[in-house]
């Protein structure tokens, strides 16, 4: 039978979820060796046919999957012949035997970086330097896209950076977002692809986007890009953005290179691109954790978007229903859900702190606020361990939150109304703390209602 804390069977069924996609359970998966055959998802590779292995990549995820390579390979061969530059935030920064963690970001801040400049130069220098003997070993995973900058000429790092939060706050979805960023960088698009002079590239991907577009995940380095410039412009007219906002040279490049569109260099030979993990592996052992915890699963699946406020609602509505039509002693419902939605930051002088998971998780507590929770516990969280720039992973909202809220007189939609979620569940409880997770594959919501 469920637990009568509904919030702690929330939290373990939320992080069996996050542990299915750990990456180093990922890569285990994915990568073998025995002796001299080393077997990259079914492709097989005779150890003494190769030179040397280069490992480079960027991500959330990308110290785990470092670590696993090295892990699989073994140790000889990693101090043999492996070398490489990973890119990840700095939290996540550790000691490999061959592999550098490159810290290209501070914790928290989602956006690119002279830091992670730097390691993308890195990155690009070893890959150019490969021969047809080698192998490339490409690691991405969410967030790659600010790990890996690389303006393209005619453009600064500050440029990037304001493009980046113009459209990270008018509310882009990461599609979007993607677009833009393929189009001012010289390592997204596939450009990284084309500074391999490996015979042969192997990228693991983990993804962190709806329906898992090579193209669109850490805005698809080793992947022909599908979109245009025009495109890309399009996405700044729909935000209505101009300068001095987004700088006048964003679009003096966009336009240019739509005026008079180059002929896209020839895509490499010998890539190959596959997802090892996705939001719908972490969902899967998230409806096993459930169900043996004794509750009856409804699943929303992994391709759940949308205005998080709006999301939050309709799923307290789900839990509402549910509450009303369970009969004593039936077993609780638990309703899971995957994907990534939004939120529009409102224009406000008070200060404030969230993210999309913590407004969420308000949002559904805010519908509730008058009805009350009881029975209900909605938990919305990143699998990554971020939830916007906080040190949170997001929010779980329960009768014991709304009990400490009205002790404080705290009123949820004055925090909601300012994107100020995180302030909020800072005094009454709630805020799921786990620090980095080594995955990333967009959020996981399980939301629990007891008899």
């Not at 008058?370 to 040190?391: C, R």
Request: negative net charge.
């Amino acid at each position: 039978m469920p637990h009568q804390d509904l919030s702690t069977d929330a939290r373990a069924i939320w992080q069996a979820g996050v542990h299915a996609v750990r990456a180093e359970r990922l890569v285990r998966g994915a990568i073998s060796r025995e002796g001299d055959r080393l077997t990259i998802c079914g492709r097989a590779f005779q150890l003494s046919e190769l030179g040397r292995i280069a490992v480079v990549g960027a991500g959330k995820a990308g110290a785990g999957m470092a670590a696993a390579v090295e892990e699989a390979l073994g140790d000889d061969l990693v101090d043999e012949r492996v070398s490489g530059c990973v890119n990840v935030p700095a939290d996540c920064v550790r000691s490999l035997h061959r592999i550098h963690l490159h810290a290209a970001r501070p914790p928290g801040v989602n956006e690119p970086t002279a830091e992670g400049v730097a390691g993308s130069q890195k990155i690009l220098e070893l890959v150019g330097g490969l021969s047809d003997r080698d192998l490339c070993l490409v690691l991405i995973s969410g967030g790659g896209s600010a790990l890996l900058p690389a303006p393209v000429e005619g453009l600064t790092l500050g440029d990037k950076q304001a493009v980046t939060r113009f459209l990270m706050e008018a509310g882009a979805t990461i599609n979007e977002l993607n677009t833009v960023r393929k189009h001012l960088s010289a390592i997204k698009g596939g450009n990284l692809a084309r500074a391999i002079r490996a015979g042969h590239t192997s990228t693991l991907v983990i993804s962190d986007v709806v329906g898992d577009p090579l193209d669109i995940i850490a805005s698809g380095p080793t992947v022909p890009d599908r979109t245009t410039p025009a495109e890309a412009l399009a996405v700044l007219q729909k935000f209505g953005a101009r300068p001095p906002a987004v700088p006048q040279a964003v679009f003096d490049v966009l336009e240019s290179a739509a005026d008079k569109p180059a002929e896209p260099a020839p895509f490499p030979d010998g890539i190959e691109n596959h997802v090892i993990g996705n939001n719908a592996v972490a969902l899967s052992e998230a409806v096993r954790k459930a169900k043996e915890l004794g509750y009856s699963v409804r699943s929303l699946g992994s391709d759940n978007e949308g205005k998080a406020s709006a999301v939050g609602r309709d799923l307290a509505e789900l839990c509402v229903t549910a509450r009303a039509e369970i009969r004593p002693p039936g077993a609780g419902v638990c309703i899971v859900s995957g994907g990534e939605p939004i939120v529009e930051l409102v224009k406000t002088d008070r200060p404030r702190k969230g993210g999309r998971n913590q407004q969420l998780a308000l949002a559904a507590l805010a519908r509730l606020w008058e009805d009350g929770m009881h029975g209900i516990a909605i938990l919305s969280g990143g699998t990554d361990g971020e939830d916007g720039p906080t040190d949170a992973a997001g929010a779980c909202a329960d009768s014991q939150v709304v009990a400490q809220a009205l002790k404080l007189n705290l009123e949820p939609r004055d925090f909601l109304s300012i994107n100020d979620a995180y302030h909020f569940f800072e005094k009454a409880g709630g805020l799921i703390k786990t620090g980095p997770t080594q995955t990333n594959v967009m959020d996981l919501r399980v939301a629990l209602v007891s008899p």
